[in-house]
């Protein structure tokens, strides 16, 4: 399992358009944002509105590409024919990922400190690490439902801007949704993002409770992806739909 940790790694720190959603354009934003609306609150916002994203971006469309081009390259009928579980190449997998969301995020994170001075110590980073983590998680999951359910990579584009626009936009990653409709209030309490955003957010702002509920919710969430992700999983590309009880242990 080592050795597919390594190749998994290798292979996700040179997935450049993915690093570039994840790192580069999150920090473009951050600065872009933070220059033009000169205000330490919502700079404080924006920080923790860009950093999750990135990690969003990194666990959905990274994951929803790199499992359909497996699949569509044979890797996982490879390893039907061998004695390496499928569950832990899937498991290499996402923890490749969440070692690069990890950086990804506090990277985001350094720049904000940096550029704007944000108070970000010990205490803040020793809580944004589960936040991180869980949401990494969650949306790993997502991302595995996403290729599932895709034949291509056009439709993995179009299933995952589905799912990441809606979340982004009825969010308070970049403003508040105080004077929204209420049903739109009440639908972001709906969404995985808005509770990753809120957990990052009470990380950044050393509120260790604050963070408890969220990351609950996006546990939850990722319990309900993987589910949903073993039942829609295929071994090809021309392949039917599996069941759960019918993967390799």
């Not at 499992?67 to 490879?78: A, E, M, T």
């Not at 390893?79 to 569950?87: K, Q």
């Not at 995985?192 to 939850?220: Q, T, Y």
Request: with cysteine.
């Amino acid at each position: 399992m080592n050795t597919a940790l390594r190749i998994l790694l290798k292979s996700a720190l040179r997935d450049r358009i993915s690093l570039f959603w994840s790192v580069v354009f999150p920090v473009g934003l951050l600065i872009g944002l933070g220059v033009v609306f000169d205000s330490p609150e919502y700079r404080g916002r924006l920080l923790a509105g860009t950093a999750a994203m990135g990690v969003f971006f990194w666990a959905l469309f990274g994951i929803a590409f790199e499992n359909l081009s497996h699949r569509n390259r044979g890797v996982y009928k490879l390893l039907r024919a061998t004695p390496f579980p499928t569950v832990a190449f899937v498991l290499s997998l996402t923890i490749a990922r969440a070692l690069v969301a990890l950086l990804s995020g506090a990277v985001v994170v350094a720049t904000g400190a940096i550029a704007f001075g944000v108070d970000v110590g010990w205490g803040e980073s020793l809580l944004m690490l589960p936040v991180l983590l869980a949401g990494t998680f969650c949306f790993t999951g997502l991302g595995f439902l996403v290729a599932n359910l895709a034949g291509n990579e056009a439709q993995v584009s179009m299933i995952c801007n589905l799912f990441s626009l809606p979340m982004l936009f009825v969010s308070e990653a970049f403003y508040s949704l105080d004077g929204s409709p209420r049903w739109l209030q009440e639908l972001s309490r709906f969404l995985p993002f808005s509770h990753f955003v809120d957990a990052f957010r009470h990380s950044l702002e050393g509120d260790a409770s604050g963070i408890v509920l969220p990351i609950l919710i996006l546990l939850a969430f990722a319990v309900l992806f993987l589910v949903l992700a073993v039942v829609t999983f295929r071994w090809d590309a021309e392949g039917g739909k599996m069941l759960a009880g019918r993967m390799k242990p």
